[in-house]
């Protein structure tokens, strides 16, 4: 009676973490922040090392879309089969899964560079008829038997986090539409307005010249916004998967500091690169973090005045590259602040004088989250503003 009365409270206190749970998830629409809050409560509520989510891809293979827990970093960019894996099967099968021993099982898929999993509990992940993916919580430090309340708990959070997840990318494709058609319309309605008065046939050459030019620019600026927003589309969706190379972040600092040099010299601003030479080397996509500079810096370089200083500087602390963009400009307002980060975002005064689409911001904390690392921005008026992101520190000693 007493251990009836002791699993009956343990389940109330699960169904009471739940509903807080769902109530939570169901409040975010934001796709990354929502599947690491549905791992991290996997791994909580079934007092496991680590859980994942495996997500459908449209060519059949499961692609880890979130994951906490030993190795994260490097599960976040594999995918696994749906052949010959276990949360293949689970897919396949639609039913849950428990593995005690996962090395013996021939359905394990192995993942190199990864702790190997010793215990698995894998339920499918069901949005009305169709399977979306596989919520996974897993055990790396030894065997574990799960129970028959963890399996109804992850089953419940499983069904949740499908709904949630399925809000999250109907809300982001509505968002995108509506954003994608505003921002657009205004490029387009200039060229189609002065293609209308080119075919005026009393414009001088001059004009004609003018108006030929500007069309060339605004076709540019069509072209920009729609390379950015799929960029900023994939990245949010998480269908882009950062490279897991060694990152060695002075380097690309120089090759960043190379790249926007000519257009500093230009704005008549200086131009300083600091970083110890000791500076370790992490895991990451170099490509990715060479953009992030270069948006941090371009920015920068936008919105200073001939005579200011910009700083691009590194160093370590906390077992975290810390990597930051200053300068000596005019600073932004403290309430402009919380909005940098916000697609569109341009500071009041300068939306004419400063040309860009408005999304490297955006980009730039997309793919610093996707690297498990944080961005942010201090500024103050009349001194200048600095950008900072960090990087974990990864021994590169497995990867390319």
Known sequence: MEESCKSLKESIITLERLLHISRHLNSTLEMRPLLQQIVESARDLTDADGASILLMEVDDRLRFAAACGPDAN??????????????????????????????????????????????????????????????ESVTTKTRHSFTPQDIETLETLSSVAAVAVQNARLFEQSDWVAEVVHEIRTPLTAILSYADLLQRPDISDAMRTEFVTIIQQETQRVNALATQFLDLARLESGRIRMAQHRLCVGEIMNAAANTIRPTITNNRQNLRVEFPDDLPCTVGDDQRVHQVLLNLLSNAAKYSDPGDTITLMAKVTNLELLISVADTGPGIPADQLPKLFHKFARLPGKEHQVTGTGLGLVISRQIVEAHNGKIWVESEVGKGTTFYFSLPIIAPDNVR
């Open 74 to 135: 490097l599960l976040e960019i594999a995918e696994v089969p749906l052949d010959n894996s276990l949360a293949g099967w689970v897919v396949r099968n639609r039913q849950m899964l428990i593995v005690e021993d996962v090395l013996s099982d021939p359905r394990h898929f192995v993942i190199k560079s990864v702790d190997p999993t010793q215990s698995l509990l894998a339920v499918p992940m069901l949005f009305g008829d169709q399977i979306i993916g596989v919520l």
